[in-house]
């Protein structure tokens, strides 16, 4: 069992909406398809928990960066979100198990050390890294999933776990307006290797992908779902929303436009490591 504060979103209830009772397209599965799925959210719910340990992390750094009191409760709130996350998985992976699964051993966290910044702009990183970044991409991940996915437990869930990161992406963009214009412009060389280091983790993660392509109808996540919509996530959200600002994105652009490659010596604990 994840701990849910009572303070949350919901005021301690785990979804906006309760998840679907009946699902009759789990029934019709078979008991290695149920495995598969049931290994798949579980390993989800893994790496959504450790998006909560990157939030409370982030949350402490916004505090001892005398960030405004708002974004501090945006990033407080923002951790329930990610253990509801990780229950919710849980109870998803439990439902094609067809038992009550326990809790998946807890993740790593990695943090950024951004070496040789001064502590304003390592706080900056670490809000873009891990919110205008990460979550963006968490957001495409799931709505591109979403739109495949048609089982109805699995849609309701992926629901209630896309509108909260919808919300996590934008307190990166929200801590971001607090800046200065110098500060702001100061981000622009560190664009590139932000948005290269955070694909890469994403695309690098160890992940099941699944075994035939109608799982993919259950939430599972497939390479060609996973690259297109971290593709068009660069594209359609991060590379627009740094242009709002007046960053000149013309080198992230250019990689985008070769295909983003990763394939090099970066060094992925140089990003926060929670994919989902
Ligand atoms: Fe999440
Ligand atoms: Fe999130």
């Given at each position: 069992?994840?701990?849910?504060?009572?303070?949350?979103?919901?005021?301690?209830?785990?979804?906006?909406?309760?998840?679907?009772?009946?699902?009759?397209?789990?029934?019709?599965?078979?008991?290695?398809?149920?495995?598969?799925?049931?290994?798949?959210?579980?390993?989800?719910?893994?790496?959504?928990?450790?998006?909560?340990?990157?939030?409370?992390?982030?949350?402490?750094?916004?505090?001892?960066?005398?960030?405004?009191?708002?974004?501090?409760?945006?990033?407080?709130?923002?951790?329930?979100?990610?253990?509801?996350?990780?229950?919710?998985?849980?109870?998803?992976?439990?439902?094609?198990?067809?038992?009550?699964?326990?809790?998946?051993?807890?993740?790593?966290?990695?943090?950024?050390?951004?070496?040789?910044?001064?502590?304003?702009?390592?706080?900056?990183?670490?809000?873009?890294?891990?919110?205008?970044?990460?979550?963006?991409?968490?957001?495409?991940?799931?709505?591109?999933?979403?739109?495949?996915t048609t089982g109805p437990l699995a849609n309701a869930a992926l629901r209630e776990l896309l509108s909260d990161e919808v919300d996590h992406a934008k307190l990166g963009w929200a801590f971001f307006a607090t800046q200065s214009r110098a500060e702001q412009k100061a981000v622009e060389p560190w664009l590139l290797p932000l948005a290269r280091v955070n694909l890469k983790m994403w695309r690098e993660t160890p992940r099941d992908y699944p075994s035939d392509a109608k799982l993919v109808r259950q939430g599972a996540l497939s390479l060609e779902l996973l690259e297109t919509a971290l593709i068009e996530a660069l594209k359609s959200l991060v590379v627009p929303g740094f242009r709002e600002f007046g960053i000149d994105t013309s080198a992230i652009e250019r990689w985008i436009s070769t295909g983003a490659p990763t394939q090099d010596n970066e060094r992925t604990s140089e990003a926060m490591q929670t994919p989902t």
């Open positions: 069992m994840n701990r849910i504060s009572p303070h949350g979103r919901w005021n301690g209830k785990l979804t906006s909406r309760d998840l679907p009772v009946v699902d009759e397209t789990i029934d019709a599965l078979s008991k290695t398809e149920r495995t598969e799925l049931a290994r798949h959210w579980l390993s989800r719910g893994a790496s959504e928990r450790r998006v909560g340990d990157a939030f409370l992390f982030v949350r402490d750094a916004l505090r001892a960066g005398r960030a405004p009191e708002s974004l501090v409760t945006l990033a407080t709130r923002a951790v329930d979100d990610e253990m509801r996350h990780a229950e919710i998985s849980r109870i998803v992976a439990s439902r094609f198990a067809g038992r009550e699964l326990p809790a998946p051993a807890l993740l790593p966290l990695i943090t950024p050390k951004h070496p040789g910044v001064n502590p304003e702009m390592r706080l900056t990183l670490w809000m873009l890294g891990q919110c205008a970044f990460n979550e963006t991409y968490a957001s495409a991940v799931l709505e591109a999933s979403l739109a495949e």
